[in-house]
């Protein structure tokens, strides 16, 4: 039963103008998702590290943000359902503005703090590294403020929109949230190539000013500048939420739930490798996270953490992720299609720069090769942005099963051509084409997708229904990168020793042999791709309709709550 109380449920007169206010902060949080891979070396250089030592430890300065950003997505959508959207929307830009002045000031009071923690237990660390671990650390505070930014602006969408008329605002998010973070190591890159080639005339201009004590601006720039931009759209924020009801679901938050599932999420992505590194341009298969060692421990670990959390949740009173949502068509069908695009996504995102960067015949051009390989990139990233929104309409128009469909077969036909195709040759403008065909078809899909699992919830599970949609993607895009690296190098070792016989104890002796047999590689991970998009046909077919909500029995009761609540 649903109790509705106070305000009425009336939409604000300009839900758009709040779309566009929210979707600000979802950008900026997207962008830190891969921002530091253009200076992760300097980080390690600016601190006295040595490079070859330290770069698994600084590593974790990405995959430490991609854990707590999917953590965060686990639970935090539950609990702006239980809490009401708005103040959990403020309460994450919050985290984030604190996270980032922990990294911009971790050389600061953040290492002091750590050091006398660890001078009290009886240690002596370098100081550098401390400092590492300081920026680590704040990182993670970044990432549990952002990674709940994108479920819970979905989540308002339903809140702002009806069901009718969601997918085209679904769209604009998940396009805002895709540019971020393919957009992320550009702007970084840019950026702390700027402050670097002009740092004589920002010092100049800080001594005229009478600060000469601030220091010039560097990587920890960035950060800095996410304080005021993040503080002007969470005052915008508030602004435009205040004629939003807030609905608060009845019930408890689920601790035991929530343990077990960010377990099994930790362990899944940690045994993978803890990886989706999406912008690296210099890429190898070689270079790519392998599956560590303690893979199969820690996986074991996370799918007994995931059976012992559908167990509880089977039992609970009021479970974090409700079992009966996933007996809707909607919501199963398309958190399977979901897993699958993540899954293909990752295939055109590893294969380009490989490609690139073999056919390289000089190594002092491997900076010409990470810019044609970034704009090579761009061909799928920026196209599978764009195209969410159009996804949208036609979703509006022709219903989520015919676009989420169309936008399949698209990218399966551009998987395919990258299967047919692939030569050490090809031109780059074939590339772009092939990568344009998935990308768009790909993007076509965001929209759909997420209007049926949204729409398949009702107001007390729309924030966990949201969750959903962005943690499968990412489960997928984790999952490809591991398996992919595996097999390909597994597929390579197999035709060099079938072609080359003995002579592939000396691969030195055979760069163009070994070349020839990883494009072909790269393009049978085509024609997986296709594979994987043809599987995602069939819960797109069969499962996906358009239909409303209705609500889930209940043992409790959700009341709308008034603004001033």
């Known amino acids: ?78 609990i702006s359902d239980l809490l009401g959207r708005r103040w959990v929307y403020v309460a994450c830009l919050l985290i984030f503005i604190i996270g980032s002045v922990l990294v911009a000031t971790a050389h600061l009071g953040p290492t002091d703090a750590l050091y006398t923690i660890f001078r009290r237990l009886g240690q002596r660390p370098d100081r550098e590294s401390v400092t590492l671990l300081a920026i680590i650390l704040g990182r993670v505070v970044q990432a549990f403020g952002a990674g709940a930014l994108v479920p819970v602006s979905l989540a308002l969408v339903g809140d702002l929109f009806p069901a009718a008329r969601r997918a085209q605002p679904l769209g604009v998010i998940g396009a805002v949230d895709t540019l971020g973070w393919v957009l992320g190591h550009l702007y970084g890159g840019i950026l702390v190539n700027f402050f670097a080639a002009h ?206 469909a169309a936008g399949l077969a698209l990218a399966g036909l551009g998987f395919a051509l990258m299967w047919q195709t692939w030569r050490i040759d090809l031109p780059d403008a074939i590339i772009a084409l092939e990568m344009l065909l998935v990308g768009v078809g790909l993007g076509l899909t965001f929209s759909p997708i997420s209007a049926a699992v949204i729409n398949s919830a009702d107001d007390d599970h729309r924030g966990v229904a949201s969750a959903l949609v962005i943690i499968l993607r990412l489960v997928g895009m984790t999952v490809a990168v591991a398996s992919l690296t595996s097999l390909a190098l597994q597929r390579i070792s197999q035709l060099a020793a079938t072609e080359l016989g003995s002579a592939v104890a000396d691969p030195t002796q055979f760069v163009d042999e070994y070349s020839r047999i990883t494009v072909q590689v790269l393009g049978e991970m085509g024609l997986l791709g296709a594979a994987i998009c043809g599987l995602a046909l069939v819960p797109a077919l069969l499962g996906l309709r358009r239909e409303h909500p209705a609500p889930l029995t209940q043992t409790g009761e959700h009341r709308a709550v008034t603004p001033g609540d």
Not at 46 to 63: E, F, H, K, N, R
Not at 298 to 313: P, R, S, T
């Open 199 to 404: 740092r004589d005339g920002f010092r100049q201009l800080l001594d005229s000013l009478g600060l000469s004590y601030w220091p010039s601006p560097d990587w920890r720039t960035l950060f800095w500048i996410n304080v005021p931009v993040t503080l002007a759209a969470l005052a915008l924020a508030l602004w435009a939420l205040r004629r939003v009801p807030m609905h608060r679901a009845a019930g408890r938050f689920d601790w035991a739930g929530a343990l077990l599932i960010t377990g099994a999420l930790v362990g899944l992505i940690v045994g993978l490798g803890a990886n989706i590194e999406v912008s690296s341009t210099t890429a190898t298969f070689q270079e790519l996270t392998r599956i560590p060692s303690y893979a199969g421990p820690v996986l074991l670990l996370a799918l007994a953490l995931f059976v012992g959390f559908i167990w509880v949740e089977r039992r609970v009173k009021n479970p974090l992720i409700e079992p009966t949502l996933f007996r809707r068509r909607n919501l199963s069908a398309g958190a399977l299609v979901n897993l699958c695009v993540g899954f293909g996504l990752m295939i055109g995102l590893v294969s380009v720069p490989i490609l690139v960067n073999i056919r390289i015949e000089d190594a002092s051009k491997l900076s010409q090769a990470a810019l044609q390989a970034g704009v090579l990139l761009s061909a799928l990233t920026v196209p599978m942005a764009l195209a969410a929104v159009p996804g949208g309409w036609l979703s509006d128009r022709f219903g989520y099963q015919k676009t989420t």
């Open 1 to 78: 039963m649903t109790a509705v109380t106070g305000q009425s449920k009336a939409h604000p007169a300009r839900p758009w103008v709040v779309l566009a206010l929210i979707c600000v902060p979802v950008f900026i949080g997207s962008l830190d998702l891969t921002i530091v891979s253009a200076f992760l070396p300097e980080i390690i250089v600016g601190l006295g590290l040595p490079l070859q030592t330290s770069l698994d430890d600084s590593a974790w300065i990405v995959s430490g943000y991609l854990l707590a950003y999917a953590v965060s997505m686990t639970f935090m959508g539950r």
